[in-house]
């Protein structure tokens, strides 16, 4: 016996329109066509036509479920060119999707589906993949049109019992029925049995895969042919019983031949009692039979179960009600009582559907009430069902700190101190290397590692973390000192600044303190950190602090005295001439050396007596003490022109003691 096939897939696009009439037409099942694939009529596909190197393929929009049975009645047509006829068609199962497209000729638009399980109509002779002369059927997977294994499953076989070719024209009777219980998979032509074989699908071709694409597809190469496949309206009609809504009506239907008379009893509650789709309106639970002339006018009596019942919504929510930072999602799962022709639908607190919901199913990942909505097909009833999921996101905060946010020349360890509640899960994640000695774990530790140190608190039952980290730098840079250098010191040169004083590397604040040996004591006269006085000679040393580190460096500079170098004062003298006109040339009276006219004579003087007579003997100019040059003016008045006269005494202490004399006369030019 075979069963009553239903298909409630169909039955909600229809119950609307059958409240006012009960004839409804019916409503095709969705195919998607690639490659050189057309519609050819109702339900009716061409893959090729005569033409060569031609690829078509015709994918169901829906899934076929392996782990439950299906009685599958078509017809195929091969074309009507015998001798040059090609290829052949496929059914086939697989994964790829509905736009997949596989190659042409021989492959039979097969070869590149892998995983996959194809029972394979072959009206072309390929030696090299162990076909038959005759028109052929084999069962070949994993896209591979080879009839040895481990693709090749079944066969070859003549596809017609009698051998006969199949490329007349006509349309060919095909059934292909799947018993999952059994792993039992069989292929009928023109009404015979033709190859049937165990196979475990789920398990060996699809690695436990259920759900699979199905289709057809055909090709042509060098030889071709018009090859076309016409599928049932209800293909995939399955379920031996169904339910219904009070007030509602769900179709029933029957796979069998086209033309062929229907018996139902009792035909209470229905719209024909003799069609192949009738609808059933009824008011109370009933059982129906139907006999009916099925593949190839065999008789065919089954039953169907309609059951009357209230809609009522079921829910479940995996692994609880309650989100956490453990569980970041919870997966809500439909259902209801009635095992088909129901529409469910996910509503978030907004009014909103949620956008991963999948039928029954759906995945939310935010606290809040949610409500499953289940309504019939016909819209004739309807359930809501409320779930509630709670979110726990508690976190502990903490804060941690150093006692130095660096590692320098002042601090070489610093205490680590953190604070935070004593029942949250702790985690430090230290500097690589990191050496530390604890004094009150976890909270408090002393170190000397620079780097990141980061404290991840975690609450013990939301699972939710916080982190807090400080960084620790290090910075041991000490100065690079250069001190400088100094002029020897000599009777002519008995001062010399420092200069040339370097301090590196920038960005730092240099403290400059200096220092010299007790033979240089009380030896610098007021001067600044980076350019002092040096009055004696010795050893001195400048010594660099980094105000940002406390780092120190240290350089000395040697100061010497020439003790050999004098200054001979023997041709000192004065000018015999002075224009003190303010035009930078000869201005002033001045002794100087006519061995060394640039020599600053004057700074070696210790001692100086200068006298400035006219014409006529009168002193009219006097300076007594430190040196001075005359610039020919008398209380801020310049002198006439002519001739004057001058006495001076010097005395000299560098190296040894000097004293001078001079007389004589010059003159004055403005």
Known sequence: MSRLHLNPQRCAALLLALTSAFNAPLIAQ??????????????????????GNQNGAVWSADFIDLSQ??????????????IGGADG????????????????????????????????????QNGQ???????????????SVDHAPPSGLGGPVTANIDGANIEDGEDHPVRITWDPNAQIIAVYFDCEMRLFNEIDLIGDVFSGQEL?????TGSTGGSYNNQSVCLSPTILATGPETMVCPGGSVELNVVGAPGTDYAWEPSTFLSDSVGANVWCTPDTSITYFVTYDGFCENDIQ???VVEVAELVASAEASPGLTLNCLIPSIGLYGGSN??????????????????????????????GNYWLVVTSDDEVCTDTLEVEIIGDFRTYESTVTASSNQLNCLYDSVLLTLETAPESLLEWIVPSNASFNWIDEPFELWTETSGVWQIVTTHPESGCETSVSLEIGSDFTPPEVHAGFADTLTCSVPTSTVSGVEVSPQGYTPILEWSWTEGALNSFAPWSTEEPQVLLPGTYYLNVTFEENGCTGLDSLVVVQDPEATIDASSAQFPNVISPNKDGKNER???????????????IVDQYELLIFNRWGEAIFSSFGAPVEWDGRINNKPVTEGTYYYRVRYVIICGEEQRGERIGSFEIFR
């Open 30 to 51: 969705s195919y998607f066509l690639n490659g050189t694939a057309q519609e050819a009529g109702t339900d009716c596909y061409q893959l090729t036509t005569t033409q």
């Open 69 to 82: 049975p299906f009685d599958l009645n078509l017809t195929m047509n091969f074309g009507d060119l015998d």
């Open 89 to 124: 068609m496929v059914f086939v199962l697989q994964d790829v999707g509905t736009s997949a497209l596989g190659q042409t000729g021989g492959g039979l638009g097969f070869n590149g589906f892998d995983p996959s399980f194809g029972i394979e109509f072959d009206t072309w």
């Open 129 to 143: 993949y162990g076909d038959l002369v005759q028109d052929h059927i084999g069962f070949i997977s994993d896209g």
């Open 212 to 216: 699979v694409y199905w289709g057809f």
């Open 302 to 304: 089954d039953s169907i």
């Open 338 to 367: 009635f095992s088909d022709g129901i529409d469910y639908q996910w509503i978030s607190a907004n009014g909103g559907n949620i956008p991963s919901n999948l039928g029954p199913n759906a995945t939310v990942d935010a606290p």
């Open 589 to 603: 009276l001045t002794l100087y050396l006519a061995e060394n006219p640039d020599f600053p004579l004057l700074s």
